[in-house]
């Protein structure tokens, strides 16, 4: 599919010889990475897999991740069917979420394909400018968010077609077309306006800000739409409202009912323009002025010098233990434990590929707190009165373990993966502490620390009465990780070659462990009307997260898919 | 003769910190120019400026009469870098990431191919061709690696620690590969911390220490100047590095506490 899709684009390639883009080259370095993609390979160093067979990522993931987003689809159907007089309603929401969605798979999943730096010695060395380096990044990337952005509208646009006709149903596949388009070219053009402004050095620590500051703005922009087009009680009485004009998915829509009541005046002719002419727009503005500063910015990013300089400041002398190495003494059974907590917490500080992944999940548990507390089409200031009636402190209670999953999945991949070779070369009787240790220092260092800090905002709503919730809540996810990575397959840390296809699912995994949690808070919801189990399953939850880490620390090789 | 290559005021600074800080130097073609000194003095910084990697510096770069700041995609198509570490896409087989890069240098698919087996043949790798590299050792994907920096025939060749992993067979054969390339009039420049190879190979050495050069000449006119027998002495003498023994003795000490 990829390879189709990268043949049906490179027919568009000769237009980018004009922004000077070697577009020979352009495909050849698009093509090489799919074939790449395709492929992956982990630290084995001559052991045998667990899973023989199971370790490869091919099209099956991909697939997987495809169906899913089909899946999201046929939430629009029922809208689409209720709102027949009405085309604009419908799809304005549906390219609010195809833009959110594409904006924030982008964001989430494909910011390392973006500041990926491993090209940077194999092929800048050649006759290939950064701008066709930074072409092929992009189009590399944009083949999958086609293929994801696809997925989500087949069900919507088929809908279009049977309900609204074939014309309709055509100018809406363009639309979906342009709605990606833009959205990725939105994205990419934020990052490079920030980037443009950040020095070599900043650059890796600026991007990791960005996203979260980012993937915040992308999903409260997605609930503002709502707000933004005026929905009355009577969706027939829709209309939108004046600044509803700014938003692009409400372009998008205006196109569409142009096309669908044929009416072509200004202001339609203006949102036809707009929809079909801004994504072109953005792409020149990105590829004359914000590319070549951040080629250049790319091409010191990985060199020794970068290295060399910016280690100079994080000498630390024999005499002073690191937090990581006095928390881990504290907290680890045995020295392979310690290993793994402490390789894991300073790598998961440094290595770029996973901030780039991990940091925006933070932004996620924030923004889905304030969506699923504040839900249900009341206002504001109605919802916050009555929240301490409520049980909304359980989305605070569980939604770290968003962070732990996250985070416990990202850490079995690094761009250094050859590396673990000293798992196998040091005299490891016991691998799964290896693991245990890492899920530990994951657990202190991301996981404790957002938990704490939901816990002194509940508190200060709910007040103490949610303290046994928090440590009931606390036990379960400490559970669900274990037994989650007992039944899962059991990479080292940092043993895996992380890939874009490996990559490409964060965000729809991210919607499935939320429907994981959702069942978790529900169980704990049923609990609530029983006062007394609580006290009950405290210790009983404490008890089996301790036996299943004993489990996971006396795993041996065997266990251990490699 | 016109040199082809100039360094004029050469400087890189990097977080505020000079790692190169004025280097002047002028190659004639048909050299085979030696380029040592310690780890971190700016021998790989230079060799990517030169070759076009990194593209902001001070001063000037001419590189075949060309300005590197200004042509560098000309530049990169008539050179050949070999970089320190086996930087390669390890998921691809040796026949297919050599015909990617071959196609970069836009050169006719069959050339690559043909050129490519042959090379390969010559590394005893021809039967690997079709297998991915990444259960190949270091010198294996070394040797790949050199067949990607040669594959276009290029009239400056920069070799950085090229023989590293190599065996002990491909060593004198990469040794005699270089020899022959100067013959045909190639510019070579070797960086290297293997001394003995550096003093065989190089019409002219040039030590580099702290982002200065610290000596330029032949092995013999270095030899004279500090009064010493190997390049290895002549090296520890210019870099002030003559602590070795006691150094070593402190570690072994350290080990046995």
């Given amino acids: ?562 | 003769m016109n040199p082809i290559i100039t360094l004029s005021g050469l400087k890189k600074q990097y977080n505020g910190l000079y790692v190169l800080k004025g280097i002047d130097l002028s190659f004639s073609q048909g050299e085979v120019i030696g380029y040592i000194g310690p780890n971190g003095a700016g021998k790989s910084t230079t060799i990517k400026i030169i070759t076009g990697i990194i593209p902001d510096f001070e001063g000037e770069v001419k590189v075949l009469g060309l300005n590197v700041a200004t042509y560098a995609l000309e530049i990169k198509k008539r050179i050949g870098y070999i970089p320190e570490q086996a930087a390669i896409y390890e998921v691809l087989t040796p026949a297919e990431y050599l015909l990617f890069i071959g196609r970069l240098y836009d050169i006719e698919q069959e050339t690559i191919k043909r050129k490519s087996m042959e090379l390969l043949r010559l590394f005893d790798l021809a039967d690997k061709s079709g297998m991915r590299m990444s259960g190949f050792s270091k010198g294996m994907k070394q040797k790949v690696l050199l067949i990607s920096g040669l594959l276009h025939n290029p009239e400056i060749i920069f070799l950085d620690e090229p023989l590293s992993g190599l065996d002990a067979n491909s060593v004198i054969l990469v040794k005699e590969i270089l020899s022959q390339l100067k013959q045909a009039g190639k510019t070579i420049f070797y960086s290297s911390h293997i001394m003995d190879v550096v003093e065989k190979i190089s019409d002219r050495i040039i030590i580099i220490n702290q982002g200065q050069v610290v000596a330029d000449g032949s092995f013999s006119e270095l030899k004279e100047k500090a009064n010493l027998g190997s390049l290895e002495s002549v090296f520890t003498e210019l870099t002030g590095n003559h602590e070795h023994h006691s150094v070593a003795g402190t570690f072994v000490d350290i080990l046995k506490n």
């Fill in chain 1, 1 to 562: 599919m990829g390879k189709l899709l990268l043949r049906m684009l490179s027919s568009f390639f000769p237009l980018l010889r004009k922004v000077g883009i070697n577009d020979q080259q352009l495909f050849r370095i698009v093509e090489m990475k799919l074939i790449m993609d395709s492929r992956r390979t982990s630290a084995k160093f001559g052991r045998v897999s667990a899973q023989p067979g199971k370790e490869k990522l091919g099209s099956g993931n991909l697939n997987f991740i495809l169906l899913i987003y089909a899946g999201t689809g046929f939430f629009f159907v029922s809208m689409i069917i209720s709102n027949v007089n009405n085309i604009m309603l419908p799809m304005i929401f549906f390219n609010s979420y195809l833009l959110f969605m594409i904006a924030m798979t982008l964001i989430t999943d494909f910011s390392s394909v973006l500041m990926d730096t491993a090209d940077n010695q194999i092929i800048l060395p050649r006759p290939v400018t950064g701008r066709t380096l930074f072409a092929a990044r992009m189009v590399h990337v944009f083949i999958y968010l086609f293929q994801f952005g696809m997925a989500i509208c087949l069900v919507p646009v088929t809908c279009i077609f049977f309900i609204y006709g074939i014309a309709v149903g055509m100018a809406c596949i363009v639309t979906s077309i342009s709605t990606i388009l833009l959205a990725v070219f939105l994205t990419y053009c934020l990052y490079m306006l920030v980037l443009r402004y950040a020095s070599e050095e900043k650059l890796k620590d600026i991007i990791t800000y960005f996203q979260i500051f980012m993937t915040i703005a992308f999903a409260l922009g997605n609930q503002l739409i709502p707000a933004l087009v005026n929905v009355s009680d009577t969706l027939s009485s829709f209309s939108p409202g004046p600044y509803a004009y700014l938003a692009p998915p409400v372009w998008m829509a205006s196109a569409l009912e142009a096309v669908y009541i044929n009416k072509w005046d200004a202001l339609h002719i203006g949102m036809v323009l707009l929809s079909i002419g801004l994504p072109p727009v953005l792409f020149w503005i990105m590829n004359k002025y914000l590319a070549p500063s951040f080629s250049r910015k790319m091409a010191v990013l990985g060199t020794d010098i970068e290295a060399g300089v910016k280690n100079t400041s994080e000498v630390r002398t024999g005499s002073t233990k690191s937090v990581s190495e006095r928390l881990s003494t504290r907290f680890c059974r045995s020295g392979t434990e310690e290993s793994g907590f402490q390789l894991t917490w300073k790598v998961s500080s440094r290595d770029k590929q996973f901030r780039l992944q991990f940091y925006p999940s933070m932004g996620y548990i924030f923004v889905f707190i304030f969506i699923f507390m504040f839900k249900g089409g009341r206002e504001m200031d109605t919802i916050w009165e009555r929240l301490p009636e409520t049980n909304n402190f359980l989305w605070a209670v569980y939604m770290p373990l968003y962070l732990l999953l996250t985070a416990r999945y990202l850490v079995s991949f690094s761009e250094h993966f050859p590396s673990a070779w000293v798992y196998f070369s040091a005299p490891v009787i016991y691998p799964g502490q290896l693991i245990s240790g890492s899920i530990k220092a994951i657990a202190i260092k991301y996981f404790a620390p957002a938990l704490l800090l939901l816990f002194v905002l509940s508190f200060v709503i709910w007040g103490a009465a949610i303290i046994d919730d928090f440590i009931l809540g606390c036990f379960l996810q400490f559970n669900f990780i274990l037994i989650a990575g007992e039944i899962s397959k059991k990479h080292l840390p940092f043993s895996q070659q992380p890939n874009t296809q490996q990559g490409s699912g964060q965000l729809i995994r991210m919607m499935l462990q939320l429907v994981l949690m959702a069942m978790l808070i529900g169980l704990h919801y049923l609990v609530l009307r029983f006062p007394w189990a609580i006290y009950c399953l405290i210790p009983l939850t404490g008890l089996t997260a301790f036996l299943h880490l004993r489990r996971l620390q006396n795993t041996k090789w065997p266990a251990i898919t490699l």
